[in-house]
Structures are given as structure tokens and as C-alpha cells.
């Protein structure tokens, strides 16, 4: 089990993207004369809200347990000022690699994620240590919670519907791959993953909308599968 939101993570979910025969399927012409690019942006990241004491247990195992009652309250935004360079080496692989990826990747609470995409193939999956360093055809933002909530089966659909996500980007090519950006949201819940940080409530509404989304998207996405199929068959893709 891969954690959620770290460069681990995204280097997984990019390994199955690059391996999805369905991405195949609903993605031909993705990326070909326009940028294809997208950049995936986890708003909202709690790292002054969350102690080190509410992570997943096996992140800090290894720690002495009388090292981990004495820094349990500690925020993850205060962790690497009071794990400075001198403590760090001491510390398990796990917690240094952890403290590394905030200090580097996590922006005005942001964390961006890279995933270069051209029709079926991944060409790139970067988590930005810097969100100005590569540009993107398009940006998808949502809050920390939206993005969980993807990962444990929503219906990416059902996010964009609510405004739970956003999408910067040509609105044409959008329309026409919509089943692409859905598909997207599924490979990412096929990604074993442990919540780094506690996961949302229930939502009624969310809940709600989620159940109408998921017969149409199927039902859409089959049809495009088949489309692309009949016509690739006839050598006119």
C-alpha cells in the first residue's frame, strides 16, 4: 500500500496508466497537435492541522517509542524545523523521505503533480518541486478530501459535477474526452493506497450524485470503446 498524497504514489499511478488498455481505448488523438499535459493539483494539504501522532502507524514504526511520545503533537508543518539536519540522519528512511517531500513539494499548500500524456502512453510523472517548472495543456484542482474520496471510488464525473474539481483547459477537447478524464479517476483508485492524512465524512449530497453518475459513465465509456475499435478495425484511425 502506496501512501497518498507522495512521489511514490504518483509513481505508481503513472505506472498504470502507461499499462491501461481502457486509456488505450478512449484516448486516441489525446495530445497529438496540443498540448496533452495535464497537471494534477491536491489543494488544501493539512500539514499545520495534522500531528505526527495521527499518521498512518506503520509511517512511524520504526521510531523509538520514547522518541515518538516526546514528538507525537508536533504538526507536520512544524516536523522539519524541529527534525533539523543534525537529528535527520537518525531517524528512520520512511520519516527523513517524508520531511524531504514536504519541504520540497508541498507550495502555499499545494502539492502539483506532473503526468505527461500523449493518446495511451505516459511520457512523464513528476511531482513539481517547483509549480512554474513545466507547463500543462490542462489543470485539474481539487481540495485534499476530493482527491481521497477519487481514490477510494468516486466518480471523478460526480467531482467535476459538483465543482469538487476543476478543469483549466481547452473546453472542447474536454467535452470530447470526457470518459479520458473519468477513466483517469479510476486507474488512480486501482492504486493500492494508505491515506496519509484521515479521510472525509460522508457527504449526502456527494453521495447522491455519485449514484446517478455511474451508469452513464459506463455506459458512455463502453460505447466509446466500441466506436474506437469498429474504426481502428476499418483503418481509419
Given at each position: 500500500m502506496t501512501l497518498f498524497p507522495t512521489e511514490q504514489w504518483l509513481a505508481e499511478y503513472g505506472r498504470l496508466l502507461d499499462e491501461s488498455?481502457?486509456?488505450?481505448?478512449?484516448?486516441?488523438?489525446?495530445?497529438?497537435?496540443?498540448?496533452?499535459?495535464?497537471?494534477?493539483?491536491?489543494?488544501?494539504?493539512?500539514?499545520?492541522?495534522?500531528?505526527?501522532?495521527?499518521?498512518?502507524?506503520?509511517?512511524?514504526a520504526d521510531l523509538p517509542e520514547h522518541v515518538r511520545a516526546g514528538v507525537g503533537e508536533v504538526t507536520l508543518a512544524d516536523a522539519p524545523d524541529r527534525f533539523d539536519e543534525h537529528v535527520r540522519p537518525s531517524l528512520p528512511d520512511v520519516v527523513q523521505d517524508l520531511l524531504r517531500q514536504i519541504e520540497e513539494n508541498v507550495h502555499d499548500g499545494a502539492i502539483h503533480a506532473h503526468v505527461g500524456l500523449r493518446e495511451g502512453s505516459v511520457t512523464a510523472v513528476e511531482t513539481l518541486t517547483d509549480p512554474d517548472a513545466r507547463d500543462a495543456g490542462f489543470v485539474i484542482h481539487g481540495s485534499?478530501?476530493?482527491?481521497?474520496?477519487?481514490?477510494?471510488?468516486?466518480?471523478?464525473?460526480?467531482?467535476?459535477?459538483?465543482?469538487?474539481?476543476?478543469?483549466?483547459?481547452?473546453?472542447?477537447r474536454l467535452l470530447r474526452y470526457s470518459s479520458m478524464l473519468g477513466l483517469l479517476g479510476e486507474v488512480a483508485a486501482d492504486v493500492g493506497t494508505t491515506h496519509l492524512f484521515a479521510?472525509?465524512?460522508?457527504?449526502?449530497?456527494?453521495?447522491?450524485?455519485?449514484?446517478?453518475?455511474?451508469?452513464?459513465?459506463?455506459?458512455?465509456?463502453?460505447?466509446?470503446?466500441?466506436?474506437?475499435?469498429?474504426?481502428?478495425?476499418?483503418?481509419?484511425?
Open positions: 488498455d481502457a486509456l488505450d481505448d478512449v484516448s486516441v488523438g489525446w495530445g497529438v497537435g496540443f498540448d496533452g499535459d495535464i497537471r494534477l493539483v491536491i489543494d488544501d494539504v493539512p500539514l499545520a492541522e495534522t500531528t505526527l501522532d495521527e499518521l498512518p502507524p506503520r509511517v512511524l485534499l478530501t476530493t482527491w481521497q474520496g477519487i481514490l477510494d471510488g468516486r466518480p471523478a464525473v460526480s467531482a467535476l459535477m459538483t465543482g469538487d474539481l476543476t478543469v483549466q483547459g481547452n473546453q472542447v479521510e472525509p465524512g460522508p457527504s449526502v449530497t456527494r453521495d447522491v450524485v455519485d449514484a446517478a453518475t455511474r451508469p452513464g459513465v459506463a455506459v458512455q465509456r463502453t460505447a466509446e470503446r466500441q466506436v474506437t475499435r469498429t474504426l481502428r478495425d476499418l483503418s481509419l484511425l
